[in-house]
């Protein structure tokens, strides 16, 4: 049983995350007194209405109330949220209760593709023309007055969804009429943001702000060239090989993007571009890495007696948000890769072979698959939603790419046409 | 047989591991293993706690699932292939992976584990499964050992993305306030296997 004493921690869970296991085991190693918000009950709320609670996650002003409430009988702590819309509720639960966090107009900001865009044209960031238009707009007249080549890119959606590059107007005007499609589907906010095309090596820089200073705990390069017309994500390979003095400047470029959104706590998962021009914030997120790949980053030191302390990325978050001792933000020595596993094909998954030939590839760790048999595939721009992920792990960045790319030869996805 | 034998690691955190394998490894109910010395006459279990700085606490092997706990900080990528060839070599051999569980000496372990498990039968029957009935799910209690209770989970719960809330915040807490004589709580289900999870996990 947990002490009384135990910091009580907010873990704001929304029904749909692929983290769940991830964040409870960190928060039980770190002995937290933890209560898991989300936004549908659970059905043991009424049982243990001190470890669950139900938030309005749509309304981060009510969940704020509600949360108020929660702490008057039992106080809290700190509050985590695991992806882009909890994060702006927990930015609005820490200002009501007075946590470590975000300001709520950061998360705001962070979560809105087009108020990211303002706010760093404001301060003077390296930003693509951008322009924002409603779903009601007429897609001939706008395509006329674009310049090409453009990217078309929902507001609030995650995962790359609903994103389409275009290189002619003809392009444009299918690809909106696309995106209106997704955004009917989806109930999300009715407008497009569009900006021109930034040609360049992508990568994402995994970090964690502590009182507006960014410290980047990864820089992860992404070998397949992310250059449309979807931008279905690939591999992950940590250490970067870009040149040092590029990696400076795309880390400067994140610290540049947290200062001008105003983010102050938390973790943020950022996508930067690298061209002759210089770095370029692609979307910067006040959240950490989404789906599995957090099994890619592991934290480890070792202590002045020898002993070995290491830590998952989660710990390191939830450690944060409850003030708690940071034994290290030194990521391992080996490097470290995740392959988001292709979506091979509309249909309906039936079976995965190769798993057991995939895990048998030297430097592979695991291979993970999501998808349970009978659920739809849905390629990008439409779909979100990986099949599943392969982790491998080595000497060298150029030994892990080539270890998840032989994973992944090995698979073989069966599926059925969707009725 | 074994060249064919799929081995899927799931980390559940770097304490505890599930290796889901293809092929039955013990077909007669659940053995939990917490020391070398029982593990003694079980070929799997034996292999598996001496694998080399690993400091293998516990093993349970159930159906096609084993479940392994370690104290050192070793990753489980560098231990697990360690368990598989141990469920490789396990599964070539001539001799059942596991032995049935012995008899325990009067008045020791198994007298004080049935009536816990009588007690968390009924707490299950007339609480948690009830409850977890709402979103189509069941609890399957398995095993009551050394204290430990081992669970499956089953229709809306397997392979739901908030099983693990459900099992901690849910049964693990009801367990704590009306069971307290138990150490722990371990899910021996295979979570990929679900084919109707309540909430799936929709984002990437």
Redesign the interface.
Do not use: C, K
């Given at each position: 049983?947990l002490r009384p004493s135990s910091p009580r921690l907010l873990l704001l869970?929304?029904?749909?995350?692929?983290r769940?296991?991830a964040f409870?085991?960190?928060a039980?190693?770190l002995g937290a007194d933890?209560t898991?918000a989300?936004e549908?009950p659970?059905?043991?709320e009424r049982?243990?209405p001190t470890?669950?609670v139900t938030l309005d996650f749509a309304d981060p002003t009510h969940a704020a109330a509600q949360a108020r409430e929660f702490a008057r009988a039992h106080p809290v702590h700190g509050v985590v949220a695991v992806?882009d819309d909890t994060g702006v509720v927990a930015a609005a639960i820490a200002e009501a209760l007075g946590l470590r966090g975000n300001p709520v107009a950061a998360a705001a900001a962070a979560r809105d593709k087009y108020q990211q865009r303002q706010l760093l044209a404001t301060a003077g960031l390296a930003v693509p023309r951008f322009e924002l238009f409603t779903i009601a707009a007429d897609p001939e007249k706008v395509a006329s007055g674009v310049s090409y080549p453009c990217v078309l890119k929902p507001l609030r959606l995650?995962?790359s969804r609903g994103v389409i590059r275009a290189d002619t107007p003809a392009e444009f005007v299918a690809a909106f009429e696309r995106i209106k499609r997704i955004l009917d589907q989806t109930g999300c906010a009715r407008s497009i943001l569009v900006e021109e095309f930034v040609p360049g090596r992508e990568v994402a820089v995994e970090g964690l702000v502590t009182q507006g200073a960014l410290q980047v705990l990864a820089l992860f390069d992404k070998p397949d060239p992310l250059d449309g017309p979807f931008f279905e994500?690939t591999i992950y390979v940590t250490p970067s090989r870009l040149a040092r003095t590029v990696q400076q400047e795309i880390a400067a470029c994140a610290q540049a993007t947290v200062h001008a959104l105003g983010l102050r706590d938390g973790p943020i998962h950022a996508e930067v571009r690298h061209n002759d021009r210089g770095a370029w914030l692609i979307e910067l997120a006040a959240r950490p890495i989404?789906?599995r790949c957090s099994?890619a980053l592991?934290f480890?030191s070792r202590g002045a007696a020898g002993q070995?302390?290491?830590a998952?990325l989660e710990e390191i978050i939830i450690r944060h948000a409850l003030g708690m001792a940071l034994p290290t933000l030194e990521r391992e020595r080996r490097a470290s890769g995740v392959m988001?596993i292709p979506v091979p094909g509309a249909g309906v998954l039936r079976d995965v072979r190769g798993?057991?030939a995939a895990?048998a590839v030297p430097l592979v760790?695991?291979?993970?698959?999501?998808m349970?048999?009978?659920?739809p595939l849905v390629p990008w721009p439409e779909g979100?939603?990986?099949p599943g992920f392969i982790?491998a792990?080595g000497g060298t960045s150029e030994a892990v790419e080539a270890a998840l790319r032989a994973a992944h030869a090995r698979l073989e996805f069966l599926t059925e046409p969707a009725d | 047989m074994s060249a064919d034998v799929r081995i899927t690691a799931e980390p559940i955190d770097n304490g505890r591991c599930k290796f889901l394998v293809s092929e039955p490894l013990h077909a007669g109910g659940v053995r939990r293993f917490a020391s070398p010395d029982e593990a003694r006459g079980s070929p799997l279990a034996e292999a598996i706690f001496a694998i080399p700085g690993a400091d293998v606490s516990e093993v349970i092997v159930s159906g096609n699932l084993v479940t392994v706990a370690k104290r050192s900080p070793a990753p489980w990528p560098v231990v697990g292939k360690a368990v598989g060839q141990a469920i490789r070599a396990a599964l070539a051999g001539g001799q059942p992976a596991v032995t049935s569980k012995p008899a325990a000496p009067a008045g020791r372990g198994s007298a004080a584990d049935d009536a816990l498990y009588e007690r968390v039968a009924d707490l299950f029957d007339s609480q948690v499964n009830p409850m977890v009935a709402r979103h189509g799910g069941r609890v399957e209690l398995i095993d009551v050992q050394d204290a430990v209770v081992m669970v499956r989970m089953a229709g809306g719960c397997q392979g739901c993305g908030m099983a693990d809330v459900t099992l901690r915040q849910g049964i693990e807490a009801m367990l704590h306030q009306h069971v307290p004589e138990v150490k722990g709580i371990v899910d021996i289900t295979d979570h990929t296997a679900g084919s109707n999870p309540y909430f799936a996990a929709a984002k990437k």
């Open positions: 049983m869970l929304p029904t749909v995350t692929y769940t296991v409870v085991e960190a039980r190693r933890l898991v989300s549908r659970s059905t043991f049982a243990n470890g669950l992806d995650s995962a994500e989404g789906g099994g592991r480890e070995m302390w290491e998952s988001m798993v057991g895990q760790e695991e291979v993970v698959i999501t349970h048999s009978g659920q979100s939603r990986y982790f792990r | -």
